[in-house]
């Protein structure tokens, strides 16, 4: 009888070392049925507030085994759907943390095009941040992920730093700690108080602020 390659054989053996997550498969079938699971438990944590692999995998159309042969554990699952959701916040930052932008629009509006777009993502994705945020001390994978992002989100916004000093639009000093003051403060973008109210002065004050921080 032919020995059956299991999931975990398709992905790899070993972690990512960067999001310490495990590579993702490599055959058009099991890349289709991982990602699936992912957006699944990202639309189910969004729900409910919870990694239920009996809820994720029915609304993926697959069986709870299918789930545990793709993820080891419930935080494996809430990784990668946090992966993913960090992803696509960092793409839309190389979108509207730009030099170009800057140059375009001025520091006012580029501050306040990151600020609202910050907001919808952490809205967007509230509970898949709460959760991961109330098991980091107990998740390492969720830990690495985390970590993973957080440099990749400063580096990008020190880039943009240093290129805005250049051009004489943000104010001259170190960019890696005023890059990490940026971060902290676009992290702080989870607080309840934006997501229960959305649109509203609050965003504007938040931009104003970091603006007027930047401002030469």
Request: charged share 25%.
């Amino acid at each position: 009888m032919p020995r059956r390659v299991g999931i975990t054989e398709d992905m790899g053996q070993h972690a990512d070392m960067t999001t310490g997550l495990p590579p993702p498969p490599t055959t058009r079938k099991a890349r289709s049925t991982y990602e699936g699971l992912i957006a699944a438990t990202r639309e189910v944590v969004r729900s409910e507030g919870r990694v239920d692999a009996e809820r994720i995998a029915a609304a993926a159309a697959l069986s709870p085994a299918t789930f545990y042969s793709y993820f080891s554990s419930k935080d494996a699952a809430l990784a990668a759907a946090f992966d993913r959701a960090l992803d696509d916040m960092l793409r839309q930052l190389d979108e509207h943390l730009t030099i170009e932008r800057l140059l375009e629009f001025g520091l006012a509006e580029t501050v306040r095009s990151l600020v609202w777009m910050v907001a919808r993502g952490f809205t967007h994705d509230a509970r898949v941040f709460r959760l991961t945020m109330s098991r980091l001390p107990e998740s390492e994978v969720l830990r690495t992920v985390y970590r993973h992002h957080d440099q990749a989100l400063t580096d990008k916004v020190e880039r943009f730093v240093r290129l805005g000093m250049s051009a004489g639009q943000i104010r001259v000093g170190e960019s890696r700690p005023m890059a990490e003051a940026i971060v902290v403060s676009v992290q702080g973008f989870q607080n309840p108080l934006i997501v229960r109210q959305g649109a509203s002065p609050l965003l504007e004050e938040l931009t104003t602020m970091l603006t007027k921080f930047l401002t030469p």
